[in-house]
């Protein structure tokens, strides 16, 4: 529950006590000249809509680090598109709270669509009966606009559109990469000497890292890092949360509540609040509180599933049966018994499995699912032949190939992870045999676990003799055994047996793997199709530059223009040096290698790197910003050296 309540840690609205503030309407007019100030271009003329003279007076106005930022409003209005979200034709208001000042109002808005949807926190201002915004905020940072603008003014010639609206989309850039951190790549960011940042971005900087800390569940390092943003706390609230999030990950529960309770001192109570709050009651064994709390945020949104675990949690023996009435009052009741009783499972809590199925059943006794979950059941008090039985009724309930699919495979898979394969195989019957054994059989093969395998092949030989997957098996259990030849034979008498195309494309990606493991490249090259084991080879040996230079050689002599081949021939110039040269091959050839989805991510991030080496640091960002998520590397460094013309170091961060 830690993570997912983290996931809302920087969410809550940053404001003082509530005076008169728009309602939803209000803020649902103010948001329509928003859309087409964001659809336009990178400059735009001066919006009557956005309220200028407020923006330019927050960002002229000092506390932005004590810098001299003077920027007249039609330089403001140029720079606009430059802080650009997408969504808000879908933008929906959240939260609304007033200022400190009389005429002005905080509201927490959500943009995009349900795949796409990010928050921000938006800054309105009365102008007589309407409300006109002026400063936003992309959460989680706590960074706004006004001091956005302010950075691209802090560093450079004054009020020049050219040059601060490259500043500011540089900035922004920056926040992003912050705000969106490439997985594994994110240690390499943090490494980044913090006192390279723009000052404005320090909030924003300390806030990820102490985020990231506790993520990582280094929660003593994360604790640390926000004791040293306490003074921060009164400006931004959310900081109170994510220490209270901290103490609650570190075990110290009474500190937890207590840091929520300045969260709330300072913005009122609150959904995260109150879910924290509840799990730091129940930790200190104050279950009755604990419940309250979560009840508290079930009234305010039913069917939350964080809060409907909690109070299961809560509530004593006996007093489960409340969680029936929460399931009904939720806008979906199958999603929050499915969501509830998941949770169980992926927990090992099958014992406690009984109060949730007797509850939902008092809602749809015919629900395919309560038969599902049943089968759980009976499966972990050693009866998998009857929870067999129970899942195919499920399925049959259903009357949906789809949901037939996912509740074999779900069952299947929790079987094969309590070590129950043998089990799960033997309790289905013919008519199930070859999917029960192929999902068994793959995951025996994910762990490399020879003796599983061998023992479910065995089985399925005995049950299906011609079965067209067996030699896969086989020849997998050889390679796992370190005899390459026996491997190939048995991949090769799989593809006589005539294979669907997807056990056929199986067999070819196996028989690759196995001769290259082999170190018989040239076999692996000749494998059919050509085209997919080259791909498939070339990557397979992408740090030997002699080999692929010799795979690269054979494929454009057999098929000269041929995109993937020409890929690498530009990726081995790159690693030679001629960058000149590559850069030549990939502008004559960018829209064959753009057009190819599995060859665009290498092109982009080669491509970068070429005119990084060049020096043509502008064509560098664009392309890096064009290439979005099929970029491999972190773009943080480059950014960061690039605004400040660090040339040299913006090259040295690409490399």
């Excluded at 020049?160 to 997985?183: F, H, Y």
């Excluded at 929660?219 to 994510?242: F, T």
């Excluded at 879910?275 to 064994?285: D, E, N």
């Excluded at 090259?525 to 498939?536: G, N």
Aim: aromatic share 6%; hydrophobic share 50%.
């Amino acid at each position: 529950m830690i993570r997912a309540l983290l996931a809302m840690a920087l969410l809550a609205p940053i404001c003082a006590p509530a005076v008169e503030r728009p309602d939803e309407q209000a803020i649902a007019a103010a948001l329509v000249p928003l859309a087409a100030i964001f659809a336009q271009g990178p400059t735009i003329p001066v919006a009557a809509q956005w309220d200028m003279q407020r923006l330019t007076e927050v960002v002229n106005g000092g506390g932005l680090g004590g810098r001299d930022t003077r920027i007249d409003r039609a330089t403001l209005a140029s720079l606009l598109a430059a802080t650009r979200v997408n969504g808000w034709e879908h933008a929906r208001l959240l939260t609304c709270a007033g200022t400190d000042r009389a005429d002005e109002a905080v509201a927490l808005v959500r943009c995009g669509d349900a795949d796409g949807a990010r928050m921000v926190r938006l800054w309105l201002r009365r102008d007589g009966a309407t409300w006109r915004p002026y400063d936003l905020e992309i959460l989680p940072l706590p960074l706004r606009l006004s001091a956005l603008l302010a950075i691209g003014v802090a560093d450079g010639p004054r009020n020049d559109p050219n040059q601060l609206s490259a500043a500011c989309r540089l900035a922004l850039c920056v926040l992003n990469a912050i705000a969106n951190p490439r997985g594994d790549n994110l240690n390499d960011i943090l490494r980044l000497d913090a006192t390279a940042l723009p000052h404005a971005l320090m909030p924003a900087f300390d806030v990820t890292h102490a985020t990231w800390l506790l993520g990582c569940g280094n929660h003593q390092a994360a604790l640390a890092a926000l004791d040293g943003l306490v003074d921060m706390e009164a400006a931004y609230p959310s900081l109170s949360m994510l220490r209270a999030h901290a103490l609650l990950a570190c075990g110290r529960h009474a500190d937890a509540l207590a840091a929520a309770a300045s969260f709330e001192a300072l913005v009122g109570s609150d959904v995260q609040s109150s879910l924290l709050r509840g799990s730091a009651l129940q930790a200190l064994g104050r279950c009755d509180e604990a419940a309250a709390a979560y009840r508290a945020v079930l009234a305010a949104r039913p069917g939350l599933n964080d809060a409907i675990a909690g109070l299961f949690d809560a509530l004593p023996e006996g007093r489960k049966g409340e969680i029936a009435a929460v399931l009904r009052a939720a806008p979906q009741p199958e999603h929050a018994f499915s969501c509830l009783a998941n949770g169980l499972l992926n927990e090992e809590r099958t014992d406690e499995l009984d109060d949730v199925l007797t509850a939902y059943a008092t809602i749809d006794a015919d629900e395919p699912e309560l038969v599902f979950f049943r089968a759980f059941r009976l499966a972990a008090v050693d009866l998998p032949g009857e929870a067999a039985d129970a899942i195919r009724g499920a399925w049959n309930q259903a009357g949906d190939e789809d949901r037939r699919s996912t509740y074999i495979g779900l069952f299947l898979e929790w079987m094969a992870a309590a070590g129950r394969s043998g089990e799960a195989y033997a309790a289905f019957g013919d008519a199930d045999r070859d999917a029960v054994f192929s999902t068994l059989a793959d995951s025996a093969l994910a762990e490399s676990d020879v003796p599983l395998l061998s023992s479910l092949c065995a089985a399925h030989a005995h049950a299906r003799p011609g079965a067209k997957d067996l030699p896969l098996y086989a020849g997998e259990i050889a390679r796992l055994n370190g005899d390459a030849d026996r491997a190939d034979v048995a991949f090769r008498r799989g593809v006589a047996l005539e294979p669907s195309d997807e056990l056929a494309e199986r067999y070819r990606a196996a028989r690759v793997i196995n001769l290259h493991a082999a170190g018989r490249l040239a076999e692996a090259a000749a494998v059919a199709p050509l085209e997919a084991s080259f791909r498939q080879l070339a990557v397979l040996i992408a740090g030997r530059d002699a080999d692929l230079a010799t795979l690269v050689g054979a494929r454009l002599a057999a098929a000269p223009e041929n995109p993937a081949a020409r890929l690498w021939e530009a990726v081995l110039r790159f690693r030679a040096g001629a960058y000149a040269e590559t850069a030549d091959l990939f502008a004559m050839r960018s829209a064959l290698f753009c057009e190819d989805e599995g060859l665009a991510g290498r092109y982009f991030d080669t491509r970068v790197r070429t005119l990084v080496r060049l020096g043509r640091h502008a064509e560098a960002l664009d392309l890096a910003m064009a290439g979005g998520e099929t970029l491999d590397d972190p773009r943080f460094e480059l950014v960061v050296h690039a605004a400040r013309g660090e040339r040299a170091a913006a090259q040295e961060a690409w490399e």
